[in-house]
């Protein structure tokens, strides 16, 4: 009997493991920042599709080095906040910072 009940913890134990894990990973998932080109809804032609990768890109160019790289690395890579400032040895809320700067950047070279 002892041994059942060491064998049953064992698999319980390592089963609410597993359910950890799949919810951790699905929470990571939910929180990814959405990749850029992937919200297209309708199919524009090619060359209107070009137009505007190339008018992102020339936007993009025109951001500071750093703001550049976190730019690329979270909406044309796809990688969530928390993987960018481990691959550029930053915190998490520089990552953010930095993003949200860049973005009204952005939003203000369009607008003019």
Request: glycine residues 2%.
């Given at each position: ?25 699905a929470?990571?998932?939910r929180?990814?920042?959405?990749p850029?080109?992937e919200n297209?809804?309708?199919t ?13 890109e020339?936007?993009?160019n ?24 481990r691959?550029l ?9 930095w ?7 952005l939003?203000?070279m369009?607008?003019?």
């Amino acid at each position: 009997m002892d041994k059942r009940n060491s064998v049953y913890e064992c698999c319980k134990s390592e089963i609410y493991r597993i359910g950890w894990r799949v919810q951790y990973k699905a929470k990571r998932t939910r929180n990814q920042e959405c990749p850029f080109y992937e919200n297209n809804l309708s199919t524009p032609s090619f060359s209107a599709m070009s137009e505007e990768k190339i008018y992102v890109e020339e936007l993009i160019n025109s951001l500071p080095p750093q703001g550049k790289i976190i730019i690329d690395k979270l909406y044309l890579q796809g990688l969530s906040e928390v993987e960018v400032a481990r691959q550029l040895n930053i915190s998490q809320q520089a990552v953010n910072k930095w993003k949200r700067k860049m973005i009204l950047q952005l939003s203000q070279m369009v607008n003019y």
